[in-house]
């Protein structure tokens, strides 16, 4: 038997209602209980001090693209999950956006097995929608159920054909898989390498139009509604899509939708260093677009908050922005910049946030974790709130391309705790730093 005891931590768990001063007792990989004063009862094999920490269910990124197999010098299944720890993820659910693509029953338990093999964050793969992410013909989505998909994407590839897509959405229903898709209409936003405004008509640079995603978010609610699949938007980023999100769920239509933390953070006016840093897609949106995705954020129409971590290697991300490929990495960023951004600056209840991070994405992808019920996985994560830092560029992802570097913020994981194993501990990284704060606690 093995046994964990995180104790003396504040402990929040929105989907027990739970915020707290409790222990956390992990048995054989699961929760045996939550409650005060567990430490004092007898001897644990193994007892984290979690005082002035907060204490959550494992945090979930359900976006992101570790590109394993075929571009394993951007990123492997390895890197990735060892990146996702070090910043509290406990579990990953990874796009098909690989070489080849990960379309059948044996690409999807390639991934998961890739994933026992690193022994870190669980791997939870969503497979193609369609054949080669061509959006031709169906992916053999029964198959990719075997497999272990969670959810069927063609990742940042939206499908054109209302037709397949509604196919797809319909065998999704049947096979209980939320169908994740990237909200563009192809025709209107081709050849854009950033938002359509005033700012791409003074530099110069063709751009993607609010409408462009506006349009495929519309298209697709129709189709959720026809249909009675589950839909998710993977990144929204106007406030026209949040607008037809809020409404489909007055509706009652199973619609739900994430956003990340840079389209939070970030505008077009960035663009403006020509930076392929600041490239990215959705692309940078306005002050407006920003501004509503806070407050849908705040009024629960957005439900959960995913990095979008997207690795390019050097040579790739660092050529003129129009020829650089778009994304930014963002597993070890999402926590810090989503605690800095909403619980520090916004006043956003950390009970909200742990929604975002955790409670929201387990829920939408079916999974049993994303709460410390007794009984549920052992995924814990520890988190300092408080350290104010400044992000380096040491990351464990293989790409560093982001554009926080040197940003100042709080929030980081302690702890990060899979199955009941410690899988990441800050102590073991920087010691010095972690022997002086912990002298502060005391």
């Given at each position: 038997?093995?046994?964990?005891?995180?104790?003396?931590?504040?402990?929040?768990?929105?989907?027990?209602?739970?915020?707290?001063?409790?222990?956390?007792?992990?048995?054989?990989?699961?929760?045996?209980?939550?409650?005060?004063?567990?430490?004092?009862?007898?001897?644990y094999?193994?007892?984290?001090?979690?005082k002035?920490?907060?204490?959550?269910?494992?945090?979930?990124?359900?976006?992101?693209h570790?590109?394993?197999?075929?571009?394993?010098?951007?990123?492997?299944?390895?890197?990735?999950?060892?990146?996702?720890?070090?910043?509290?993820?406990?579990?990953?659910a990874?796009?098909?956006?690989?070489?080849?693509?990960?379309d059948?029953?044996a690409?999807?338990?390639?991934?998961?097995?890739?994933?026992?093999?690193?022994?870190?964050?669980?791997?939870?793969?969503?497979?193609?929608?369609?054949?080669?992410?061509?959006?031709?013909?169906?992916?053999?989505?029964?198959?990719?159920?075997?497999?272990?998909?969670?959810?069927?994407?063609d990742?940042?590839?939206?499908?054109?054909?209302?037709?397949?897509?509604?196919?797809?959405m319909?065998?999704?229903?049947?096979?209980?898989?939320?169908?994740?898709v990237h909200?563009?209409?192809?025709?209107?936003?081709?050849?854009g390498?950033?938002?359509?405004?005033?700012?791409?008509?003074?530099?110069?640079?063709?751009?993607?139009?609010a409408?462009?995603?506006?349009?495929?978010?519309?298209?697709?609610?129709?189709?959720?509604?026809?249909?009675?699949?589950?839909?998710h938007?993977?990144?929204?980023?106007?406030?026209g899509?949040?607008?037809?999100?809020?409404?489909?769920?007055?509706?009652?239509?199973?619609?739900?939708?994430?956003?990340?933390?840079?389209?939070?953070?970030?505008?077009?006016?960035?663009?403006?260093?020509?930076?392929?840093?600041?490239?990215?897609d959705?692309?940078?949106r306005?002050?407006a677009?920003?501004?509503?995705?806070l407050?849908?954020?705040?009024?629960?129409?957005?439900?959960?908050?995913?990095?979008?971590?997207?690795?390019?290697?050097?040579?790739?991300?660092?050529?003129?922005?129009q020829?650089?490929?778009?994304?930014?990495?963002?597993?070890?960023?999402?926590?810090?910049i989503?605690?800095?951004?909403?619980v520090?600056?916004?006043?956003?209840?950390?009970?909200?946030?742990?929604?975002?991070?955790?409670?929201?994405?387990?829920?939408?992808?079916?999974?049993?974790?994303?709460?410390?019920?007794?009984g549920?996985p052992?995924?814990?994560?520890?988190?300092?709130?408080?350290?104010?830092?400044?992000?380096?560029?040491?990351?464990?992802?293989?790409?560093?391309?982001?554009?926080?570097?040197?940003?100042?913020?709080?929030?980081r994981?302690?702890?990060?705790?899979?199955?009941?194993?410690?899988?990441?501990?800050?102590a073991?990284?920087?010691?010095?730093?972690?022997?002086h704060?912990?002298?502060?606690?005391?």
């Amino acid at each position: 038997m093995s046994e964990l005891l995180i104790a003396g931590g504040r402990v929040v768990d929105p989907a027990r209602g739970v915020d707290g001063e409790l222990d956390v007792l992990l048995v054989d990989g699961k929760v045996r209980a939550v409650a005060p004063d567990l430490r004092g009862q007898r001897d644990y094999e193994r007892v984290i001090d979690a005082k002035g920490y907060v204490v959550t269910p494992g945090l979930i990124d359900m976006h992101v693209h570790f590109r394993e197999p075929g571009r394993e010098a951007d990123e492997t299944i390895a890197s990735g999950s060892a990146a996702a720890v070090r910043g509290g993820i406990t579990s990953v659910a990874v796009l098909p956006s690989t070489q080849p693509v990960v379309d059948d029953e044996a690409a999807a338990e390639f991934q998961v097995l890739q994933g026992k093999r690193a022994g870190r964050a669980w791997i939870h793969p969503i497979g193609a929608l369609t054949r080669g992410r061509k959006g031709e013909s169906l992916a053999e989505l029964e198959g990719l159920v075997r497999g272990g998909a969670v959810a069927f994407s063609d990742g940042d590839q939206p499908v054109r054909s209302a037709e397949v897509l509604r196919c797809g959405m319909l065998y999704a229903r049947m096979l209980d898989r939320p169908v994740i898709v990237h909200a563009e209409d192809a025709d209107l936003a081709k050849g854009g390498v950033m938002h359509a405004g005033l700012t791409s008509l003074t530099l110069g640079l063709s751009g993607k139009s609010a409408a462009s995603e506006e349009v495929a978010v519309n298209r697709d609610i129709a189709l959720a509604r026809l249909t009675g699949a589950r839909l998710h938007f993977a990144q929204l980023s106007v406030r026209g899509s949040l607008a037809q999100v809020r409404a489909a769920k007055a509706e009652g239509l199973p619609v739900t939708c994430a956003v990340t933390p840079h389209h939070i953070s970030l505008t077009d006016e960035a663009v403006r260093s020509f930076d392929p840093h600041y490239k990215v897609d959705p692309p940078l949106r306005t002050q407006a677009d920003l501004n509503a995705l806070l407050d849908a954020i705040e009024d629960g129409t957005v439900d959960a908050l995913c990095s979008g971590h997207a690795p390019h290697s050097r040579e790739k991300k660092e050529v003129e922005f129009q020829e650089a490929p778009p994304g930014v990495i963002g597993v070890e960023t999402l926590l810090p910049i989503a605690v800095t951004r909403l619980v520090k600056e916004r006043g956003l209840p950390l009970k909200r946030l742990v929604e975002l991070l955790s409670t929201a994405p387990a829920r939408i992808l079916g999974l049993q974790s994303g709460t410390l019920e007794p009984g549920s996985p052992g995924d814990v994560s520890v988190l300092d709130l408080e350290h104010e830092y400044a992000i380096r560029d040491d990351f464990r992802s293989h790409s560093k391309n982001t554009p926080f570097v040197g940003e100042t913020v709080r929030g980081r994981a302690i702890y990060t705790v899979v199955g009941g194993r410690v899988v990441y501990d800050r102590a073991a990284e920087d010691p010095a730093t972690m022997a002086h704060l912990a002298g502060q606690r005391a």
